[in-house]
Structure formats: C-alpha cells, structure tokens
C-alpha cells in the first residue's frame, strides 16, 4: 500500500505564506512525477505545479512568480512554497504522486487526502 500524507495547511492573510509537505511512504519503488493540485468550492480540481526529477517543474500561470515546488528524494516528499497569497489561492490542496510499487510495474498515480489552505483578505 502507499500513502500520501500532505500537512501545513492553515489560514493565513492575504500577502501571507505558507508552506506544505507531502511525504509518500509504503511499498514504492520509484517516483517519476510528483505535484501538487488544488479545489476550490464549486470548481473542478485544477493543477497547481509539478516536478519530475528534481528540477523539472511546471507551474499554473496563476501561481508563477509566487508559488515554488521542490522535492526530496531521499525523503520521498514534496514541498510548495506558497509566497504572496491571495483569496483565490482559498482550496483543498492535493498532493500526487506517480510512482511505480514493483520495478516491472508502471507508473501510477496516487493521491492524498487533502489540506485546506484558507486565505482572508
């Protein structure tokens, strides 16, 4: 079984930070992929930023400038740095994993439960 666990969401004011943690952990062999995904109320789930290997990164032109991901390998976590935050970043932030448990096996894609990041203006 694998498990995603994210943590260090909270409320905090606009222009506020924040930062989260995923960590992985159960019978994994490799990670390919990790990121970070968010949902507002009454809005579809959306993505917020990758990172493959440890550098390659993608953004949401909405977060660019503000938001940085990263990762430890060696920790099997993945981290989003949330700088300058708005109201319209308030969502449930999922962490994603996509990883391979076997090492014949392909890659698959494992979700945590989610931490609510609420910012007031």
């Known amino acids: 079984q694998v498990q995603l666990v994210e943590s260090g969401g909270g409320l905090v004011q606009a222009g506020g930070s924040l930062r989260l943690s995923c960590a992985a952990s159960?019978?994994?062999?490799?990670?390919?992929?990790m990121g970070w995904y968010r949902q507002a109320p009454g809005k579809q789930r959306e993505l917020v930023a990758t990172i493959t290997g440890s550098t390659g990164t993608n953004y949401a032109d909405s977060v660019k400038g503000r938001f940085t991901i990263s990762r430890d390998n060696t920790k099997n976590t993945v981290y989003l740095q949330m700088n300058s935050l708005k109201p319209e970043d308030t969502a449930v932030y999922y962490c994603n994993a996509n990883l391979k448990t076997r090492m014949w096996s392909g890659d698959m894609a494992y979700w945590g439960k989610g931490t609510l990041v609420t910012v007031s203006s």
């Open positions: 159960g019978s994994i062999f490799s990670i390919n992929g």
